[in-house]
């Protein structure tokens, strides 16, 4: 049963990007295209990767959640669960916020991954608020992080120069006071389109063998005309459920943050919600696309930037393989 005399509001965020920076020259060189080429279609300038540092995910989930329990002036004794939306997580079993558990010594915490591709931090979001709604929380560690290029093809020119790596979280505490925090959240799936956007190999489905190791379906596919068809009009149906939930109107919204993927995307979701340049975060051409690690990144970039300040209203919105998409309004 949902208390609605409690909120779920962040108290904390943080973000952790690696050092390495791969410009669009690099691309040059490795496949047929060019900055101009790259920066037209995407946006993206560059993008930040592990490379050869041997940092895994849950090496930057650390780094991140770190600095949102910093931000939040809590300890890891106190979080009751850690939830990490991944599609890369360390192993297949156990998950990586065990992993994350352990390392922060977060030892009073639940732990469990989320795979929602490029919506994992909004599905993650949304189960930490429903859990602080229900009595079952109070205190709970949200991550978004991805090693993409563990799964990038450097030989298909048209996703490699896509994707980067990197973290974002946040801490999602109890507050009782109604009416703050995260307003309003929408989640959506549509199983019909799971080929449009995946890795084939590697599940029960289609394991690893030694006949397939070295095929392409080890990397994640993705028919970028049809997902960007889908993209727009369902993370625009999905912002404004949100904005219609919460019952305020799309000119009260302070900030929309939607996910990195691609600044033509991004571009006509703005349009199709009205929404002024002055009011769209974007860093795309920055990192590039770091798929559930988008918008927690770019959460923390805005707050430095004095984009995002206490008592704003932020528009969070998603769109990724699956299909899944959602949205997250919230007052910070």
């Known amino acids: 049963m949902i208390n609605k005399l409690i909120s779920a509001k962040m108290a904390g965020i943080g973000a952790y990007v690696p050092e390495t920076i791969l410009s669009n020259a690099y691309f040059e060189k490795i496949v047929d295209t060019s900055d101009e080429w790259i920066v037209t279609r995407t946006g993206i300038k560059t993008r930040h990767v592990v490379g050869n540092s041997g940092e895994v995910t849950s090496d930057m989930c650390i780094k991140a959640s770190r600095q949102a329990l910093a931000d939040a002036h809590m300890s890891p004794e106190e979080l009751d669960m850690i939830i990490i ?80 790596d990197g973290a974002g979280a946040a801490v999602v505490q109890r507050v009782d006071e109604p009416g703050v925090g995260i307003l309003a959240t929408h989640l959506a799936a549509n199983g019909d389109f799971t080929d449009l956007l995946c890795v084939r190999l590697g599940g029960s489905r289609n394991p690893l063998t030694p006949e397939n190791i070295n095929d392409e379906g080890r990397y994640l596919y993705m028919n970028g005309s049809e997902v ?35 600044i033509r995307i991004i571009d006509s979701l703005a349009k199709r919600l009205s929404i002024p340049e002055e009011k769209l975060f974007v860093n795309i051409q920055k990192y590039g696309n770091t798929s559930s690690a988008s918008i927690p990144i770019a959460m923390v970039e805005a707050k430095q930037q004095g984009r995002l300040k206490a008592g704003d209203l932020a528009l969070l919105v998603s769109f990724g393989g699956g299909l899944v998409w959602g949205a997250a309004l919230v007052r910070f």
């Open 85 to 164: 939306g991944t599609v890369t997580p360390d192993m297949k079993t156990p998950s990586t916020a065990c992993f994350v558990q352990k390392a922060l010594g977060a030892k009073n915490a639940a732990a469990m991954d989320v795979n929602a591709a490029c919506v994992g931090y909004v599905y993650a979001l949304t189960t930490a608020r429903a859990y602080i709604l229900a009595g079952m929380a109070r205190n709970i560690l949200v991550v978004g992080c991805e090693t993409l290029t563990s799964i990038t093809n450097y030989k298909d020119r048209g996703t490699c120069v896509l994707f980067g």
């Open 228 to 262: 960007f068809k889908h993209a727009v009009r369902l993370m625009q149906s999905a912002a404004e459920k949100v904005i219609a939930d919460a019952g305020v109107r799309a000119e009260d919204i302070s900030l929309f943050i939607p996910h990195q993927a691609n």
